[in-house]
């Protein structure tokens, strides 16, 4: 029995190896230990797909290294390409190869032009996980059917001929690569929708740049681009816009570009903008980081914008036609050189956030009480020495920084500012408080340090803070037992700090 058991497992076991052998030996093909064929007979169609792009799916496992991929479920294991990590296939072909930071090396392989039904590449790299793709095959321009390329954080330094026959690509991110130009062939893909060429090397754009006439979104920032084509003032579908790169200048035509709806421009060469800017009329949102002087009147025209950031100038002044930007929700134009606001600038009645902190802001205009739906104000390390009388009429604020000014006395009127939750008004020159003051009862946060104070009014009695400084004042007289008792409550070291009445006031800044 054990001999005709032993016989029998024999045939079993020579069968199976003829079984695998057998096709490749009749295929001519050679085999090399350890390494799986590039053909491979056992894994076929299945009829999910044609057998030519089972093999050019087998020639990308091989030329990108895949045997170290993160992820490579079912490759050259199942039978069934169709399901392998990263492929999709649809009416019987591959669409879609989606295989982002798996730790690819290597060249895309040539037999990639075998999936001519493919749509979408995505074979981008990570942050802190690039895929180390060198560049892509010459071949790919022959993908006519491909709508979407993703290949950041790849070692890409130019673009194969041939590219520009990707006519019917909507979406291409070719971002944090090393490509350094743009073939003048490029502005065929004039059906793109989005474009990413971020953080790559690009010196410049080629005029051809122009004819991309549908793209609607459009990255370039972090390239050492120094201007623009004339023709991209042709881009008039464009509505979002990052172009945070060291350009000197804007064209004329850049005023073209009324579609825009987000604009983003970040770079310290940039000293004027020019007066056809005030045509985006469409602008919603705006941050400019340049060097800026001056704002041309034309700003005003861009009565549709929502947010503006232009922190870090060197404006000291807005013309009066900036009150016409009545749709302001958010402003933020901090570390300026502003010295006045313009008396329009009471006409922003739409804000609800204004930070004017780091200017040089010795007053503030009548007109800024007009400012109602205010809810967070930041007025931080300026040269205020009073408010207006109408500030108290913005009885919305919820979150204000005065702290680093120069004020003596704070009106009355600041008690109806019922709804603050955050105030600062340390580092100042305040020597009282109105007993309208403790009318702030919705205060959590209250700072007051190093200001002269020497007396607190009795309605403070009614606040209840959950944080509270009063340090590096001038309360060591103060004799209301009440008062004593709340401090202690409140801030229990406040007696160590406090100076003398006679000691000489020493302005901090940068305080909370």
């Not at 004020?407 to 305040?430: H, I, K, W």
């Amino acid at each position: 029995m054990r001999k005709y058991f032993f016989a029998t497992l024999w045939i079993i076991v020579c069968g199976l190896a003829l079984l695998y052998t057998g096709p490749q030996a009749a295929s001519g093909q050679e085999t090399v230990p350890g390494k799986v064929p590039l053909y491979l007979p056992l894994i076929r169609s299945n009829d999910q797909i044609p057998q030519s792009e089972v093999n050019a799916l087998i020639a990308l496992y091989h030329s990108t290294d895949g045997d170290n991929w993160y992820k490579k479920d079912g490759w050259l294991v199942s039978e069934l390409p169709c399901g392998w990590y990263g492929v999709r296939c649809a009416g019987g072909h591959v669409v879609s190869l989606e295989l982002p930071g798996n730790n690819l090396k290597g060249e895309l392989p040539p037999e990639i032009v075998d999936f001519v039904y493919l749509e979408t590449i995505d074979m981008s790299g990570r942050y802190l996980a690039p895929n180390e793709l060198k560049g892509l095959s010459i071949k790919i321009g022959n993908l006519i059917n491909l709508q979407s390329i993703k290949l950041k954080y790849i070692q890409l330094t130019e673009l194969p001929e041939g590219f520009g026959n990707l006519t019917n690509l909507h979406v291409l991110d070719l971002s944090n690569t090393q490509l350094a130009r743009l073939p003048s062939e490029f502005g065929n893909l004039t059906n793109l929708r989005t474009l990413d060429l971020s953080s790559s090397q690009l010196t410049e754009l080629p005029n051809e740049f122009g004819n991309l006439t549908n793209l609607q979104t459009l990255d370039l920032r972090s390239n050492p681009l120094t201007r623009l084509p004339i023709e991209f003032g042709n881009l008039t579908s464009l509505q979002t816009l990052d172009l945070s790169s060291p350009l000197t200048e804007l064209p004329a035509e850049f005023g073209n570009l009324t579609s825009l709806q987000s604009l983003t421009l970040n770079t310290e060469q940039l000293t004027v903008l020019p007066p056809e800017f005030g045509n985006l009329s469409n602008l919603q949102t705006l941050y400019l980081g340049i060097q800026l002087a001056d704002l041309p009147a034309e700003f005003g025209n861009l009565t549709n914008l929502q947010t503006l950031h232009l922190s870090d100038s060197q404006l000291t002044k807005l013309p009066a036609e900036f009150g016409n930007l009545i749709s302001l929700r958010s402003m933020l134009l901090e570390n300026a050189q502003l010295k006045v606001l313009p008396s329009e600038f009471g006409n922003l009645t739409n804000l609800q956030t204004l930070q004017l902190s780091g200017n040089q802001l010795a007053e503030l205009p009548a007109e800024f009480g007009n400012l109602a739906n205010l809810q967070s104000l930041e007025l931080r390390n300026n040269q205020l020495k009073g408010l207006p009388a109408g500030f108290g009429k913005i009885t919305s604020l919820q979150t204000l920084y005065l702290n680093g000014n120069q004020l003596a006395v704070v009106p009355d009127e600041f008690g109806n500012l019922t709804n603050l939750q955050y105030l600062s008004l340390s580092d100042n020159q305040l020597a009282e408080l109105p007993a309208t003051f403790g009318n702030l009862t919705n205060l959590d946060v209250l700072f007051l340090y190093n200001n002269l104070l020497a007396r607190l009014p009795q309605s403070m009695l009614r606040l209840q803070p959950q944080y509270f400084e009063i340090g590096e004042n001038r309360l060591l007289l103060l004799n209301d037992p009440d008062l004593v008792a709340w401090l202690d409550s409140y801030d229990p070291g406040w007696r160590a700090t406090q100076r003398a009445p006679y000691k000489h006031f020493v302005p901090y800044i940068f305080r909370p």
